[in-house]
């Protein structure tokens, strides 16, 4: 069993692994957004980057990014390459469903705007649950300094988004 900083550690990772796509906004019309502001600004995905084409991208900007970050050896290269592969079709994956999102979202009532939402936070999750296994593989590979590392790395990254979250909501509500 994954110790919960462990897995909250993974978490993130998937979360930061996906930045164009977890949770992101689906494209909305002009006219939509500048009739209803305030309904605009209430949707659960409000705030959210709006997926594209850059998607492919920025997933593997974050790779390269980790793979320095996590100061990856040869020999971890095998189960690197594991992972970095789940994140790049996790990405892949995610991308296709916010692209079909936002097609259908000009068309979508309350509730199948809320029910699409549903669908999407559970094909996130089962991303996440792809993912965990992968980054396990290769954390299991590191030596304890590099944990560590990972560790930190991990840290950061979670108190920099939890702040950016943090200032988006007093942004909204105050």
């Not at 977890?22 to 980057?49: D, E, I, K, N, W």
């Amino acid at each position: 069993m994954i110790p919960s900083n462990r897995l909250a550690s993974v978490a993130v990772i998937a979360l930061l692994s996906l930045p164009a796509v977890a949770l992101a906004q689906s494209s909305q019309s002009a006219a939509v957004q500048s009739a209803t502001p305030r309904a605009a600004a209430a949707s659960p995905m409000a705030g959210h980057p709006v997926p594209g084409r850059n998607a492919e991208e920025r997933v593997e900007r974050r790779i390269k990014e980790l793979h320095t970050q996590l100061r990856i050896t040869p020999a971890e290269e095998p189960q690197w390459n594991q992972f970095a592969q789940v994140m790049r079709e996790n990405g892949r994956d995610m991308n296709e469903a916010f692209m079909q999102r936002a097609q259908q979202y000009p068309t979508m009532n309350a509730v199948q705007n809320m029910q699409s939402y549903e669908q999407i936070a559970e094909d996130h999750a089962r991303r996440v649950q792809k993912l965990v296994p992968a980054f396990q593989n290769l954390y299991d590979a590191m030596p304890d300094q590099q944990k560590q590392l990972a560790d930190q790395v991990f840290r950061a990254n979670a108190e920099k988004h939890m702040q950016r979250a943090a200032q988006s909501h007093r942004g909204r509500n105050g």
